[in-house]
């Protein structure tokens, strides 16, 4: 039987319900020509619902999203064929020393416990770590691929 492409509303807690599991997203953030800059990134959702990104200053999303806000990501699932979903937000850029304890929170929302939380936050300290956090604003269906409706229908 083929598959059939869904497309289900859901409401803001069955959203961070969908996206605690699912750490990989593409994130979209404006150039400063407009156009779209796109980076595959590892994400997590922190204590207060907001999407979390490790990362460098030195990456243009984080420039990008020091210049403009608003930004999008498409939050994927393991599995290719798995649902997805767009999600809308504002972004802002958090960096030493302020980002290291949203780093620790960071990495727990992805891997549960470090085994040296010392050795973490040194590390993040010695590589210039910042943070993007995101305030989901807006979102779109969990959707899944497949065929039309009327497309199975007919197959």
Known sequence: MPKTATTDRIDRN???????????AVLVTRRQNG??????VTC???GEGR???STYP???KVANARREAAVSLCVLSDDWD???????????VLDLPEALEPLVDYYRSISGEHPDWDEYRAAMTRQGKSLLRITVTSWGPVA??????S????L
Request: charged share 25%; no cysteine.
């Open 14 to 24: 069955a959203l961070l319900e969908f996206l605690r599991p699912r750490h990989r």
């Open 151 to 154: 497309v199975v229908d007919k």
């Open 82 to 92: 798995g649902p997805w979903v767009q999600v809308d937000g504002e972004a802002e």
């Open 44 to 46: 997590g959702v922190d």
């Open 51 to 53: 999407i979390v990104v």
């Open 144 to 149: 899944t691929g497949g065929f039309p409706p």
């Open 58 to 60: 030195q990456r243009a």
């Open 35 to 40: 156009g779209v800059q796109l980076s595959p």
